[in-house]
């Protein structure tokens, strides 16, 4: 049974940064693309990054290159979410998510139609 657990969410200043995590079991990094997605207030659970870790690139939404990293420890079956740079447009619930196979984009983001795996969110809050 594929189980996520996100970890590492608090409230913040702007500009500073943040380290997210998310513990996953049930299956091997190795064989599953894994991703962080956000969603606030009346909005749409958006695709933040996503990687796979056969895959030589990761993928990110435009709001977040440059600022975003996403990264996998696969001793640990950790996935990491470093966000530096920190905006109040930034505060959201935030989603780990995991599905069989490489990485699939729509305009070079992960979209949520691709992952049915979900961990129950961390909520990162950015003060202006």
């Known amino acids: 049974q594929v189980q996520l657990a996100e970890s590492g969410g608090v409230s913040v200043e702007t500009g500073v940064s943040l380290r997210l995590s998310c513990k996953v079991s049930g299956y091997t990094l190795r064989s599953y693309c894994t991703a962080w997605f956000r969603q606030a207030p009346a909005q749409e659970r958006e695709g933040v990054a996503s990687?796979?870790?056969?895959?030589?690139?990761?993928h990110y939404a435009a709001s977040v290159k440059g600022r975003f990293t996403i990264s996998q420890d696969a001793v640990e079956n950790t996935v990491y979410l470093q966000m530096d740079s920190l905006k109040p447009e930034d505060s959201a619930m935030y989603y780990c998510?995991?599905?069989?196979?490489?990485?699939?984009?729509?305009?070079?983001?992960?979209?949520?139609?691709?992952?049915?795996?979900w961990g129950q969110g961390t909520q990162v809050t950015v003060s202006s």
């Open positions: 998510a995991a599905e069989p196979g490489l990485c699939t984009t729509i305009a070079g983001a992960p979209h949520r139609a691709y992952f049915s795996n």
């Open positions: 990687m796979h870790i056969s895959e030589s690139v990761a």
